[in-house]
Every structure is written in C-alpha cells, then in structure tokens.
Nanobody
C-alpha cells in the first residue's frame, strides 16, 4: 500500500518562504510522474507543479516562485515556495500522476501578515 506524508507547512508572512516535503512509502518516485497540488477552502484541488519525463512543469500562478525537487535516497519530493502571497494559502498535497495513491493528509500553508 502506497502512503504519502506531507510536511513543512506553516504560517508565513507575504514574501516569505517554505519548503514542503512529501515522503512516500510503498512506491518509488524514481522514473515516475509526480506532482504537487493545492486546495484552498471551498475550491477544487489543483495541480501546481509536476515532474514528468525528466521535465518540470509549473502552473503560471507559481512560475518563478516555486520549484520542485526529489531526493532519491529518501524517496522524498520537495516543493520550495518563495515570494509567497496570501493567495498561496492552501493545503498542499503530493501524488503520483499516472496511478495516484490515496491522498495524504496534506500540509497547511497560510500566508498572512
């Protein structure tokens, strides 16, 4: 059974940074398409960044501010959030793109002064 555990969220002021982590057990991120999603209250869950075929793709809303990376040894993927804005406030999740696992609990990011 694949399990995903997100961490690293918190309360940050506008312009601040956070690094989110997503550790997987039961399946490797290596050679798989995977991504980071976010869901604001009352909104649908949206894909904001993903890695596929060795390429990174970012939604226009986060391009230039967010980056993704992977640590193969830890089977963990990361989402670096820089220049955060209040509209980035959401619960952030990771998942595989080809055969999604059950969603983890996510990690809350709140951007507020």
């Amino acid at each position: 059974q694949v399990q995903l555990v997100e961490s690293g969220g918190g309360l940050v002021k506008p312009g601040g940074s956070l690094r989110l982590a997503c550790a997987a057990s039961g399946r490797s991120f290596r050679d798989k398409a995977w991504g980071w999603y976010r869901q604001a209250p009352g909104q649908q869950r949206d894909l904001v960044a993903h890695s596929s075929g060795g390429r990174t793709n970012l939604d226009d809303s986060v391009k230039g501010r967010f980056t993704i990376s992977r640590d193969a040894a830890k089977n963990t993927v990361y989402l670096q959030l820089n220049s955060l804005k209040p509209e980035d406030t959401s619960v952030y999740y990771c998942n595989f793109l080809d055969y999604p696992a059950s969603w983890g609990q996510g990690t809350q990011v709140t951007v507020s002064s």
